[in-house]
């Protein structure tokens, strides 16, 4: 029962090139910053990354990305990321972009052994329809597009088929976890972390605290250890490392004088 792996290059000696990753994170909150700098040492390419975004320039998955390691994204934005905008036009990676909402459920779905579900969302759309680009050519023109997903109708309402996703392997970070891989996230840090986990095959969990058995609370773990196969401790400064994707300082206002 006991999952603790002693280092984060252990924990990924078995991902090899082209395996696909479902990696937790929201920007660059509750990024597994460990693993993806670990996975980059092993020198590994050609992988399908599963994230709703991929990272920034330099920074999370933009680094594994800027290295030219990654083979196809599928996600929700390209946010900032000016390297993943340019190999997207460029035609050097392929998206596929889903709504939001609809790729934390394929998340969720592939976890809970969902083969795929119908969602309203994206209905009338190139979503549903076809023709969403997912590579891009030399001279900007579509070279590959999505293909047409299967719509029924429901009470009234047209939906649009969707397929739960597993990937080979799943990267997460969470404050807290024990030896048998029970997880607790952080605030806003929980984002698609539960989801990705759920998602992978082989999920490998970095935790900023480890407990010891029976320590978590049952009604504070917000993901339980039969997801988890691999936990890795971090030091107090790997923990610690945490990054801002955009910071914004506000001008000091003028104080007034007060009298009594």
């Known amino acids: ?8 290059e252990e924990a990924l000696a078995d991902v090899t090139d082209g395996a696909s990753l479902a990696v937790g994170g929201f920007g660059l909150s509750g990024v597994p910053y460990v693993l993806i700098h670990a996975l980059f040492a092993t020198g590994v390419t050609g992988l399908s990354v599963v994230s709703n975004n991929c990272g920034v320039d330099g920074s999370g998955l933009g680094v594994l990305l800027a290295a030219g390691r990654i083979a196809r994204v599928t996600g929700s934005y390209v946010g900032d990321n000016k390297e993943f905008a340019r190999q997207y036009l460029s035609g050097e990676l392929l998206v596929e972009l889903t709504p939001q909402g609809t790729l934390a459920e ?8 969902i083969p795929a579900f119908y969602t309203p969302a994206g209905v009338g759309t190139q979503v549903a329809d076809d023709g969403l680009p997912w590579r891009y050519g030399p001279d900007g023109t579509v070279a590959v597009a999505s293909p047409p997903k299967e719509v029924r109708e429901f009470d009234g309402r047209r939906h649009v088929l969707e397929h739960g996703i ?4 799943a990267l997460v970070r969470a404050a807290r ?13 929980r984002n698609f972390n539960p989801l990705a986990a759920m998602a992978g095959r082989v999920t490998i969990a970095e935790v900023e ?6 320590e978590l609370d049952p009604d504070e773990i917000h993901l339980p250890g039969v997801f988890v196969q691999r936990v890795v401790e971090l030091t107090p ?8 994707e955009r ?10 004088t007060v009298r009594h």
């Open 1 to 8: 029962m006991d999952k603790v792996v002693a280092t984060a």
């Open 106 to 113: 394929r998340l969720r779905a592939g976890g809970c052994g």
């Open 166 to 169: 597993t990937t080979d392997f």
């Open 177 to 189: 976890g024990d030896c048998h891989g029970n997880l607790v996230f952080h605030r806003s840090a």
């Open 209 to 214: 605290q480890l407990a010891e058995p029976g």
């Open 237 to 244: 400064d790997q923990a610690a490392d945490k990054h801002i």
């Open 247 to 256: 910071r914004t300082v506000s001008a000091p206002s003028a104080r007034g």
